[in-house]
């Protein structure tokens, strides 16, 4: 099947350190079940080394720009919309969006059924933000599917992590944004932001859960990057996107990502001896570096870059740099 690639995602610099831009030579839909159709596409060497990208959010959907961190000639490129977002359907910003069928255990399930059908063995797993506790998540339940790791903007979905960017942590440096978030919450809900947002993102009705969405969405987009990016907080504006961004995203939340606290890390045994690489910016203040070291100190046979020059964004220049050159070094090891 034939898709169509809409346009998106950041505008990219000329002095980017990615791969030129390349479309992909196959897509498709994979029926997963519970009425889920979830959106692949496959680019670069059709014989070459799989590596599937898992994207962030949960809730942001791929863009065209995201097969770039692979070098074409050398890597089977594996795109997917996960459930509920992008172009997988039904879409989570419908009115009357079902998200009993939008969990961790879909999601990984949903990642093994695409590996099987598209006929790899085994494939490199490279994930950022939520991208990244998906990844740990799925290679800790299939250890035999990963050839290797590359971990971006760590997060883990811990009460800490989640308390920081949504419930005023970040707001000590970010009191002007804050505010903004703050506004379609009453002053007696404030306590509790995650949950007060859940209940309007919730709602059925255009007028209560559009604005809680643009506000939850703005919020983040406004401040992933190390200096403030308009385009990318102008495109999570859409009331369509915001929607479904912000409701899968504090659904994961609400349910911690239905997970024990600390698990993710707590289960580094398991995957161990999967060469990996550990790319944290050191100035995120999304997922800040708290929990990239914690990680990092449970597993340090991991390889770890900081990059001094970045925030949570995998469009900032060093960390594209770091990024390349974990994919670029793991392509050599496979020639």
């Not at 000329?14 to 997963?32: M, N, R």
């Not at 490129?77 to 419908?94: E, K, M, N, W, Y």
């Not at 306590?191 to 309007?200: F, L, Q, T, V, W």
């Not at 604005?211 to 939850?216: D, L, R």
Request: hydrophobic share 45%; aromatic share 10%; proline share 7%.
């Amino acid at each position: 099947m034939k898709s169509a690639r809409p346009a998106g995602g950041p505008k990219m610099k000329k002095t980017d350190a990615l791969y030129p831009p390349i479309e992909p030579h196959e897509t498709g839909e994979l029926l997963v079940g519970d009425g889920h159709r979830v959106y692949w596409e496959v680019s670069g060497n059709p014989d070459g080394k799989p590596v599937v990208f898992l994207h962030g959010g949960p809730g942001s959907g791929t863009s065209p720009w995201q097969r770039r961190f692979f070098d074409p000639k050398v890597y089977r490129i594996v795109l997917f919309d996960q459930r509920g977002c992008g172009r997988s359907t039904p879409h989570a910003s419908a009115p009357d969006a079902d998200f009993r069928y939008i969990t961790t255990a879909h999601l990984i399930a949903d990642i093994e059924l695409l590996r099987k059908n598209l006929g790899i063995e085994k494939w490199q797993v490279f994930g950022g933000s939520w991208g990244s506790a998906l990844a740990l998540a799925y290679a800790q339940a299939h250890p035999d599917a990963v050839t290797e790791l590359v971990l971006r903007g760590i997060f883990t979905l811990r009460r800490v992590e989640l308390e920081w960017f949504y419930e005023g942590g970040a707001a000590a440096l970010f009191p002007d944004l804050w505010e903004s978030f703050l506004a379609p919450i009453p002053v007696l809900e404030r306590s509790h932001m995650i949950e007060a947002y859940h209940r309007r993102l919730f709602d059925p009705d255009p007028a209560v859960h559009v604005p809680a969405a643009i506000a939850w969405s703005t919020w983040e987009a406004a401040t992933v990057t190390l200096t403030p990016d308009a385009a990318q907080i102008g495109a999570m504006s859409d009331p369509e996107k915001a929607t479904a961004f912000a409701r899968i995203e504090n659904h994961f939340f609400v349910h911690r990502g239905w997970w024990e606290e600390g698990q993710l890390i707590a289960g580094v045994d398991v995957i161990r001896h999967i060469p990996t690489v550990i790319v944290q910016g050191r100035h995120d203040v999304v997922t800040p570096m708290m929990t990239a070291w914690d990680l990092h100190r449970a597993w340090p046979e991991a390889e770890f870059v900081v990059v001094d020059d970045a925030g949570h964004a995998a469009t900032e220049p060093g960390t594209q740099k770091a990024l390349r050159a974990a994919t670029d070094r793991f392509a050599r090891a496979a020639r």
